[in-house]
């Protein structure tokens, strides 16, 4: 069987290891809108409110059907052949929800005149798929989420459902890495990225994944391989080390500190415990109840230093605050004036 071009990217990676990342060889293969979608197709459409359309792809990438939400603009009903609209890529954390910010984090957010004139698309991911095309002990294969996202429905949205070339990318938590790590990835396929409460440097806390996925079941070594043995592929993914990528786009990063702020209602809950999230070498401070949060903000701290020291344009807003959807609603919002700049240029 055929290499995909994803599998031939990911063995360069492994091959020739950090000298990729040096020498900055662009890992974007020919435009993937010339292969309608490479053999994923749209099995339904369902109008789920206004202005919301749910998309069932049946997906080889995933080895399964996968949905894809679209907060569709004004005319998208009527669009005529050839027709388009600037396009966000509204990502999720690592539930892989499609539904969730239009009915967990921002129920109002069809409601923002801003959005009257660009076409949102809030895809499905795996659970704790990390926007990546699994390494699986180096046999790839499902899920290949990436593929899924930038293959199969970019350009499925781009010839039969009004996506443009004019993209931006948005997201919290796995959702904010996907939109920094895809835009480095792919330099040129989105013009602005902005990451709330986002997992933006894995290669600084391996550990906190091991500990995440081994809560949930899962084989933290299958996403990106050993962190050791399989340096250069975590690295190949990881927005820090793909910072110069990033050079000329424009960049919002958020985090909170984990501590209770403004948008915690009282008595609220500290994060359940996950052994071995927190790093004995770099302890939480007492008063944190959302580790998670902490660690996320230390990633985005790192990227934003990393960026500004490279003259990437990065707005940063960091605050007192948990893991948790009033702060990825508000942080969305205040990025918002930022994308939709990037879209209109």
């Known amino acids: 069987m055929p290499w995909s071009p994803a599998r031939l990217r990911l063995l360069i990676a492994l091959v020739v290891g ?32 206004e202005r919301l359309v749910d998309l069932t792809v049946d997906s080889p990438a995933l080895g399964r059907a996968a949905t894809v939400r679209l907060l569709t603009p004004d005319g998208w009903q009527d669009r005529q052949p050839g027709e388009s609209w ?3 890529y509204l990502l999720v954390g690592g539930d892989g929800n499609h539904k969730a910010w239009t009915e967990d984090y921002d129920a109002r957010l069809r409601e923002l005149p801003q959005l009257r004139n660009v076409l949102v698309v ?39 459902y009004g996506a443009g070339t004019r993209r931006a990318a948005a997201g919290e938590s796995q959702g904010g890495f996907g939109a920094l790590s895809y835009s480095a990835r792919h330099p040129g396929m989105f013009r602005a990225a902005a990451s709330y409460s986002g997992f933006v ?13 081994t ?39 958020a985090g909170g500190d984990g501590t209770l702020g403004a948008l915690d209602p009282p008595g609220t809950e500290p994060d359940p ?3 071995g999230l927190e790093d004995p070498a770099d302890p939480f401070p007492k008063d944190v109840i959302s580790p998670t949060e902490t660690i996320m903000a230390r990633e985005s701290h790192a990227l934003a230093t990393r960026l ?35 879209l209109e240029a």
């Not at 000298?19 to 789920?48: C, F, H, N, Q, Y």
């Not at 095309?133 to 039969?160: I, K, M, Q, S």
């Not at 894995?202 to 500990?211: D, E, K």
């Open 18 to 49: 950090d000298l990729l990342l040096l020498i900055g060889v662009s890992a974007t293969a020919a435009d993937p809108a010339d292969s309608a979608g490479r053999g994923a197709r749209v099995t339904a459409e369902k109008k789920v409110g």
């Open 86 to 88: 600037p396009t966000l």
């Open 122 to 160: 809030m895809p499905e991911m795996p659970l704790f798929g990390f926007y990546t095309d699994w390494f699986n002990g180096g046999r790839g294969g499902p899920p290949a989420v990436e593929t899924f996202h930038l293959e199969e429905v970019r350009p499925l949205l781009e010839r039969h």
């Open 308 to 342: 500004a020291s490279i003259g990437t344009p990065v707005t940063t807003h960091f605050y007192a605050g948990t893991h948790s959807p009033p702060y990825w609603a508000r942080e969305f919002r205040r990025s918002l004036p930022m994308l939709l700049q990037a």
């Open 273 to 275: 415990e996950i052994p």
């Open 215 to 253: 809560y949930l079941g899962l084989d933290w070594k299958a996403v990106w391989g050993d962190p050791v043995a399989q340096r250069a592929n975590w690295r190949a993914h990881d927005p820090y080390y793909l910072a110069d990528r990033l050079r000329t786009t424009p960049v919002y990063l």
């Open 201 to 213: 440097h894995p290669s600084r806390h391996p550990h906190a994944i091991r500990a995440a996925m």
